[in-house]
């Protein structure tokens, strides 16, 4: 019996917090199946994945990066995703691609706020995921406290599959708990040694091993009753289960090793095989065609359709980056783009590594490659068959909170400026351009200080062009502190003709966002008697929309607020969908000037290391930038600091920390929503 190709292929992603080192597993993954024939090394920018030049400048990972290896007769495509919350949206669209993905922890730090941010994502996309915990051989490394970190901050259940062999700087191997063996690495060799379980750990070993087979059992019934039948579980019995387990999310299979000294990859890369799905073992895609849903199966005989995750302009050509999902596309193809409703012709199909190509005559279900040919696809498109229209459901994309001002130092380079700033947006939705109507500037939106450093650095070094930067702003939002209750308004317009008459009452009342109406704005109507007919309330909710686009304490736009239509007069001839709309825009614009009126304000979750001799001045530093501590604690001679902190107080903070401990501090941040800000707040920005 022939067996189904997609029963080989492994789509999946790396996840970390930064500094994890994630690139690292990437790197020695790609070195250990013969991918690559030289480790690469983030320190000495010579990694394949790191290959910008401001991710090897920067030690860091910015833009997802797609390679494609194979080892024990699978393709693994595999994407290495940016850890730093910045470029948190380069992750949201990796992960609405992928059948799975490898977590790796710090051994010595655990779960670190964006190894939490990350999980968080892949649980709302069900993405299936083992963990690898990393470096060790660092020391205060310890495979149980990271465990435990799994448990209690990811509310995970761990599925520890192997016990370490030797501790820090005598990290040698690992016991493969399942098959009880041991798997050594000796110094300069790369592949490990199989051998017997050492002696000294055999009871650990057998320990161990019996609590594994308790829990799988607990949780998978095939497992259960070969458990309670013999007491004990087979090989093959246990590694179904697990098997199962991760597949379903009901449990995350737990691996160590050190990835810089090329230690525990090998297993890691059986658990990927093993344990992780293949495209046909995850639900079929689902997506949308004249309001009715259908389904399209992982079958390359299938109607063609892909998703669009990302674009790349590069010196050769636009890159468009697909998931083909179902059906086969081939170069030269013409294909649908459902949402823009216009076709397009694929040029060459590439298969990736990182900013390396090799040319494909064609794609089929479950792969992922990118494209050449493509004019108005962006990240989020559906591709499909002309024939067979479908349209999928988009990544989301995140709302950016920090914005600068920026500007062409010659006048003449304000054309090529604007050309950039677009083909920047283009490739990275989570950036926004827009022209600020009072003062004519040019206004380039973001996740971050950091986020928009690279996005402004990239077109001085990619386009030539010298650009002046204004001090970075935040995205303020304004709410309902105390509302009103019947607030009347009517609109009469008659200047010849057919006139216009609205009249609506309308309650306004603060509301929290975290009881329904994802978008922080409720609307309902209890007019009763058909004062106002149906489809006029319709009109009065898309007025009320519109009049949330700026505030009255400064422009800002207003969230958190329920709108309740309570009364309301119509006019036999003049009444109309408009009529109701524009009362519906300027009454609440109105009702929120008589309302009792908030300034919001972004706030994040920082999480300061620093040298315990340096505790006192960095606490100091916080509350002067209005920070709250929520946590202490004590890590491997460390503090580790945990605060809440408006993100218009951070701005320099790095070179601030830096300064304040000569270079040992470190800190992480991650948003956490709104606040109220203080009545001395620049109301003015925007």
């Not at 389904?295 to 990302?310: I, Q, V």
Request: hydrophobic share 40%.
């Amino acid at each position: 019996m022939r067996t189904n190709p997609l029963t080989t292929v492994r789509n999946l992603g790396i996840l970390a917090h930064v500094d994890a080192g994630k690139t690292t597993v990437t790197e020695r993954i790609l070195y250990t199946t013969g991918t690559t024939h030289k480790r690469g090394e983030v320190h000495d920018g010579t990694t394949v994945t790191d290959f910008d030049p401001q991710e090897r400048d920067r030690g860091i990972t910015i833009f997802a990066a797609a390679v494609s290896c194979t080892w024990a007769g699978h393709r693994i495509n595999l994407i290495d995703t940016p850890g730093h919350v910045d470029f948190a949206d380069e992750v949201e669209r990796s992960l609405r691609v992928l059948d799975g993905a490898v977590a790796v922890f710090d051994a010595v730090a655990g779960v670190e706020p964006q190894s939490e941010s990350v999980w968080r994502q892949a649980d709302r996309h069900g993405v299936p995921r083992i963990a690898f915990v990393n470096k060790m051989d660092r020391a205060g490394a310890d495979l149980d406290t990271a465990v435990a970190s799994i448990r209690e901050r990811l509310h995970s259940v761990p599925l520890v599959v192997q016990l370490p062999i030797g501790t820090e700087d005598g990290f040698t191997g690992v016991v493969d708990l399942p098959r009880m063996r041991a798997l050594v690495w000796a110094d300069g060799v790369d592949t490990a040694e199989e051998g017997p379980v050492p002696d000294a750990l055999r009871e650990e070993a057998a320990r161990r091993r019996r609590l594994l087979e308790e829990v799988v059992a607990e949780r998978h019934p095939g497992a259960l009753e070969e458990f309670c039948d013999r007491e004990t579980l087979t090989a093959a019995t246990l590694t179904g289960a697990l098997r199962d387990l991760t597949r379903t999310g009901d449990g995350v299979v737990v691996l160590c090793g050190s990835a810089y000294r090329n230690r525990g990859v090998e297993p890691l890369l059986d658990a990927v095989v093993a344990y992780l799905p293949a495209p046909l073992d995850v639900p079929a895609v689902r997506g949308t065609h004249d309001g009715t849903e259908q389904e399209r199966p992982a079958d390359p005989a299938a109607p063609m359709a892909a998703l669009a995750f990302k674009v790349n302009a590069t010196p050769t050509g636009r890159l468009t980056y697909l998931r083909v999902y179902s059906g086969t596309i081939e170069k030269g193809d013409t294909v649908w783009d459902a949402g823009t409703r216009r076709t397009e012709r694929v040029g060459r199909i590439l298969r990736v590594r990182a900013d390396r190509h090799d040319p494909l005559e064609r794609a089929v279900a479950g792969d992922i490659v990118a494209v050449v040919g493509l004019k108005s696809a962006r990240a989020g498109s559906t591709l499909c068959a002309p024939g067979a229209p479908l349209l999928l459901e988009p990544p989301g994309v995140a709302e950016p909170v920090v914005h600068v001002a920026v500007e062409a130092r010659r006048f003449t380079d304000t054309d090529r400026l604007a050309s950039a700033l677009a083909r920047l947006t283009e490739e990275d939705p989570s950036l926004a351009v827009r022209t600020d109507p009072e003062t004519g500037q040019t206004v380039l939106s973001g996740m971050g200080e950091l986020h928009l450093e690279v996005a402004v650095e990239r077109v001085r070094r990619e386009h030539g062009l010298e650009v002046t930067v204004g001090r970075p702003g935040v995205a303020y939002r304004e709410t309902v502190g105390e509302g009103v209750t019947g607030f009347v308004h009517r609109h009469v317009k008659q200047d010849g003709g057919a006139g216009q008459f609205a009249h609506v009452v309308l309650d306004v009342e603060p509301w929290e966002p975290d009881t329904g109406g994802g978008d922080g704005f409720v609307f309902r109507s209890t007019v009763v008697g058909g004062r106002v007919p149906q489809e006029y309330v319709r009109a009065v909710e898309a007025g009320c929309r519109d009049a949330l686009a700026e505030g009255p304490l400064g422009g800002h736009p207003v969230t958190g607020l329920r709108v309740t239509l309570t009364d309301g007069q119509t006019h036999v001839k003049d009444s109309s969908d408009t009529a109701f709309r524009t009362a519906g825009r300027f009454g609440l614009r109105d009702a929120l000037r008589a309302s009792e009126m908030v300034l919001l304000e972004p706030v994040v979750e920082v999480t300061v290391t620093v040298p315990e001799d340096g505790l006192g001045g960095v606490l100091g530093d916080l509350a002067a930038r209005r920070g709250r501590v929520t946590g202490s604690d004590a890590r491997g001679g460390a503090a580790v600091v945990t605060a809440t902190v408006p993100l218009a107080e951070l701005f320099g903070y790095a070179t601030r920390l830096r300064s304040r401990t000569q270079g040992r501090g470190t800190f992480t941040a991650r948003p956490t929503g709104y606040a109220p800000a203080p009545t001395t707040a620049p109301t003015a920005a925007r």
